[in-house]
């Protein structure tokens, strides 16, 4: 099991960058896919992207169609802890934000269910 702690959020203007962390503590970390995920108010909880070392060289890497070309994602192994860089954020992408971890995870099995562990959140309000 791993536990998760996010740290990161707050408010910003439309337009506007925040980066969220998340902590992660535990045993064999490297082997967890890192994943983000976002809930809004009385909307379902939705996949941000996700990264998974092999390790070897090779990141994988992937996101949702709604926040590709803004959002970006990056490990640090030795410090275990995973980061999503937000760049030009929209009043749409308020919501409370997740970190997650996976051992199951690959590219294209972007879902709830495909994590097994869960931190507690941080609040993104994007005003415009």
């Known amino acids: 099991q791993v536990q998760l702690a996010e740290s990161g959020g707050g408010s910003v203007q439309a337009g506007g960058s925040l980066r969220l962390s998340c902590a992660a503590s535990?045993?064999?970390?490297?082997?967890?896919?890192m994943g983000w995920f976002r809930q809004a108010p009385g909307k379902e909880r939705e996949f941000v992207g996700a990264?998974?070392?092999?390790?070897?060289?090779?990141?994988?890497?992937d996101f949702a169609d709604s926040v590709r070309g803004r959002f970006t994602i990056s490990r640090d192994n030795a410090k275990n802890t995973a980061y999503l860089q937000m760049n030009s954020l929209k009043p749409e992408d308020t919501a409370v934000y997740y970190c997650?971890?996976?051992?199951?995870?690959?590219?294209?099995?972007?879902?709830?269910?495909?994590?097994?562990?869960w931190g507690q959140g941080t609040q993104v309000t994007v005003s415009s």
């Open positions: 535990g045993r064999g970390l490297s082997s967890y896919a």
């Open positions: 990264i998974r070392w092999d390790g070897s060289r090779t990141f994988y890497v």
């Open positions: 997650a971890a996976s051992l199951r995870w690959r590219v294209g099995t972007n879902t709830v269910g495909a994590f097994e562990d």
